[in-house]
């Protein structure tokens, strides 16, 4: 190793050391097994161990050799300090709150490991490192939480009911930590060429794949309405995607003048492909299973061969031209359209293409979230058990009252919402839209990732579409076999897990009134 | 207290075949009304009709609630007659509301089925949070953004829920999927869950099939209770005597789709063409016991 291999990268350190440390801090939250107290003897421990660590560190690591001559240089060992104390700082909150132990101490190693990397490894090698230990961690974390929460509500959940509660908010708590855990990371990761600006890892062709991954789980949780809750086959939904896409360029191009941008044909394309699901929805409220899944196949291949067919309107196979979307009317452009302000002038800074895509990343991800969010409250809401009972039995749903003429429109309405914004998203990142990129091989790749990943499951689609959109990236060479994999993915996930890679899991109630067992009228006198 | 239920001359047809013939009865309010017959007899064609299965091809149901009088056989075509700049709504009303099963549950007839149709990937407190819909509130920001009135419903519906499964004695199994509970716990399950929607009426299609003697004996406690304490009206079809004749005020005999008798359990059991019915003619050596079973 060189002599200078020490190069300090202190914002990396203090914002991936906060983002742990915020994680913890948030487990904590959720956990709430802690009071103030815990707080400040965490804090006085982790001190303690800090001030032994800097008695160690000064001497051995502090002193420099540099040409010819020792340097006393005392931030490098004030770094290796705060490691140290951050990292005592988790264990020990680990050890109080005596919950995900296991999981808060490999976060801790995180830290360790990465301070170490930072410490000892030249610059381009650390951060391949550094990242390949968060995203193996990341995943670790992921399967861990995942399937062994899984795993005890299934085997002991049946047996003993009172242990439901105890065993629903450690999950909870544990999934809350690795919600905060995995959002934080994929908040910062855009912002890492920045930092990080002599040797980024992170380039702008890994944004667009991430945003385009991002977009793919829009369009999952919005196929999962239909597909996942109200169990409706549709294999046309690339045709709300395109309503979407052409939606934007279409408004952008005649409404543009009216200062309709971005953020205004966001709302308008929801609605306008929401109204199309509407439209779809009529003709086929009677159909079941391979009829609907017949025509609903149509209506995609129909929308697909009007936009190719209306060369006036959408320019045909040609393709159109979407605007890229803006910060608040600031471009992300070199050079302004008349009339506009780009961004980096605007804050004068030195112009770089990666801002925009790390703005239509943030973009996707919020919107991806949010989707997310909504899916999952929906999926909690009565019309989302209706849409389940529907799936279940259509009549029995009907003789307890239900509406089902509804219930089905509003399933396939609110799906088309979400692939609209995900077509508005998608022409928006790529700049260019036609009628090739929505064809009927979309539709199955978006319906693969729904049941892949588990019909009406999250966290399943979401692990989906992450493995559906990047190892096709990153198996580009063998493109061509890429359906012949889908395939067979399909079919060992159809032997293997029936249920989709991850089986939703239902939600549990708790009785929680004083009132339990006040009344049994009827079986009570029995015994 | 009147008729809750006015059946007159019902007749249905498939194809070639009169599956119920000019069938006519009163059901009183609050009454435990059993309906039985041989196989074939037409018992559960009756009550599809009743509940908007199927629509009969003469004759008249009305249902009676609080002094009204619907007819389940006819659309609700009144609202937009005569209403020129209406039809478009009317239309669309129609287009929403027209389904006979779902309306006919919104006058609060409820029904359980023969072989039992529970949601069966939802849990046993999922399946009763379903019939409460109607009741509930469904708007879709309310429920996103979790405003306090939505939370409120919500509460409001799973106590209701909790009630019903702990009236049922299912309270220890509200979290497991209604596919996976044993028969028994199904058949209440699915009681309980047509209880849920707060019905006038509820139809009851052999709810005693397959329960042992205890689980009938609580099931006969069950729904003299919901008559009583309840205050509501119970349609049955039943071959399980011990059912039919312990608890029901009167009873409905149909044999190749006619009412061949109907009065209280105990002239209904002297009826000489009941009788007939079920044992056959004297020359007749038909095996009675297996017809009684059957």
Redesign the interface.
């Known amino acids: 190793m060189e002599i200078d291999f020490i190069i300090f990268n202190i914002p990396v350190i203090i914002l991936e050391q906060g983002a742990l440390a915020a994680g913890f801090l948030a487990s904590l939250f959720y956990i709430r097994a802690l009071d103030l107290r815990a707080y400040g003897e965490m804090i006085k421990d982790a001190a303690i161990v800090g001030a032994i660590a800097m008695v160690l560190f000064v001497p051995i690591v502090g002193l420099v050799l540099k040409d010819r001559s020792l340097v006393f240089q005392i931030e490098r060992s004030l770094m290796l300090v705060g490691a140290v104390a951050v990292g005592r700082l988790h264990i020990s909150g680990a050890v109080r709150a005596r919950v995900g132990i296991r999981i808060l101490w490999r976060l801790a190693l995180v830290g360790i490991s990465e301070t170490f990397a930072f410490f000892f490894f030249p610059e381009p090698q650390r951060n391949l490192i550094v990242l390949v230990v968060l995203v193996v961690l990341a995943i670790v974390f992921a399967l861990e939480a995942l399937l062994r929460s899984g795993e005890k509500l299934d085997s002991i959940?049946?047996k003993i009911?009172g242990a439901?509660p105890a065993v629903i908010s450690r999950a909870k708590g544990r999934q809350g930590y690795l919600m905060f855990f995995l959002v934080g990371l994929l908040v910062l990761l855009p912002f890492e060429p920045f930092i990080n600006s002599e040797n980024p890892f992170i380039t702008d062709y890994h944004l667009g794949t991430l945003t385009q991954t991002l977009i793919y789980i829009l369009l999952a949780m919005g196929l999962n309405i239909v597909v996942g809750l109200a169990g409706l086959l549709d294999l046309g939904f690339v045709a709300f995607y395109a309503v979407g896409a052409y939606g934007y360029a279409l408004i952008t191009l005649h409404l543009g003048e009216f200062g309709i941008g971005f953020w205004w044909a966001l709302p308008i394309t929801a609605s306008l492909a929401a109204f199309a699901g509407c439209m779809l929805g009529f003709p086929v409220l009677r159909m079941h299973g391979d009829y609907l899944a017949i025509v609903t196949l149509g209506f995609g291949e129909i929308i697909r061969i009007l936009l190719v067919n209306m060369i006036d309107f959408t320019n045909g196979p040609n393709g159109m031209s979407a605007p890229r979307p803006t910060l608040m009317g600031l471009e992300f452009t070199r050079r302004a359209k008349e009339g506009g302000v780009p961004l980096h002038e605007y804050f004068d800074i030195p112009y770089d293409a990666t801002y925009r895509y790390v703005f239509i990343y943030l973009v996707a991800l919020a919107l991806a979230l949010a989707a997310i969010f909504?899916f999952r409250?929906?999926r909690e809401?009565?019309?989302g058990?209706?849409w389940?009972?529907l799936r279940?039995?259509e009549?029995?749903?009907?003789?307890?009252?239900?509406?089902?003429?509804?219930v089905k429109l509003?399933a396939f309405t609110l799906g088309a919402a979400f692939a609209g914004v995900g077509g508005v998203l998608f022409a928006a990142n790529e700049g260019f839209i036609s009628p090739s990129s929505f064809t009927f091989v979309e539709s199955a790749i978006i319906l693969s990732i729904v049941v892949l990943g588990g019909m009406g499951s999250i966290t399943g689609v979401i692990i989906a579409a992450a493995i559906l959109t990047l190892l096709p990236e990153l198996f580009r060479d063998l493109q061509q076999y890429r359906m012949l994999g889908f395939g067979l993915a399909m079919v060992f996930i159809m032997i293997w897990r029936p249920g989709g890679l991850i089986k939703v899991r239902?939600?549990?109630?708790v009785?929680r009134?004083s009132a339990?067992?006040a009344?049994?009228?009827?079986?009570g006198?029995?015994d | 207290m009147g008729p809750i239920v006015i059946v007159e001359k019902v007749s249905i047809r498939f194809g070639g075949l009169l599956a119920l013939n000019e069938v006519s009865f009163q059901m009183e309010e609050r009454h435990i009304q059993a309906i039985i017959g041989p196989n074939g007899a037409g018992k559960t064609t009756l009550f599809n009709c009743l509940t908007g299965f199927y629509k009969p091809t003469e004759g008249s149901i009305v249902l009676r609630r609080d002094g009204k009088s619907y007819h389940l056989t006819q659309p609700p075509m009144g609202s937009f007659r005569g209403n020129p700049a209406g039809w478009m709504g009317g239309f669309l009303r129609n287009l929403f509301t027209s389904n006979p099963i779902h309306r006919t549950a919104l006058l609060g007839v409820s029904r359980t089925y023969q072989n039992i149709r529970l949601f069966a990937q939802m849990t046993g407190i999922e399946n009763l949070l379903v019939a409460q819909h109607n009741s509930v509130n469904h708007k879709l920001l309310s429920g996103i953004f979790q405003t306090p009135g939505f939370l409120r419903s919500e509460k409001k519906a799973l106590e209701k829920a909790w009630y019903w499964l702990e009236f049922m004695g299912l309270e220890d199994t509200a979290n497991i999927e209604a596919g996976n509970l044993a028969y028994g716990l199904q058949r209440r399950l699915e009681l309980a869950r047509a209880m849920a929607t707060s019905p006038r009426l509820i139809c009851l299609d052999e709810p005693a099939a397959g329960l042992n003697r205890q689980e009938i004996e609580d099931l006969n406690r069950v729904i003299v209770n919901l008559r009583n304490e309840h205050k509501i009206s119970v349609l049955l079809i039943e071959h399980h005597m011990g059912v039919v004749m312990n608890i029901s005020d009167r009873v409905v005999v149909l044999d190749h789709g006619e009412v061949i008798s109907e009065g209280t359990p105990a002239e209904v059991q002297k009826d000489p063409r009941v009788i007939k019915a079920y044992l056959g003619e004297e020359e007749e050596d038909a095996p009675p016991q297996s017809r009684r079973e059957a």
């Open positions: 959940g049946s009911m439901w909504v409250r929906l809401m009565p019309i058990r209706a389940e009972a279940e039995d009549t029995a749903s009907k003789a307890l009252g239900i509406n089902h003429t509804t509003s239902r939600r549990a109630f009785r009134d339990r067992g009344s049994n009228p009827a079986l006198e029995a």
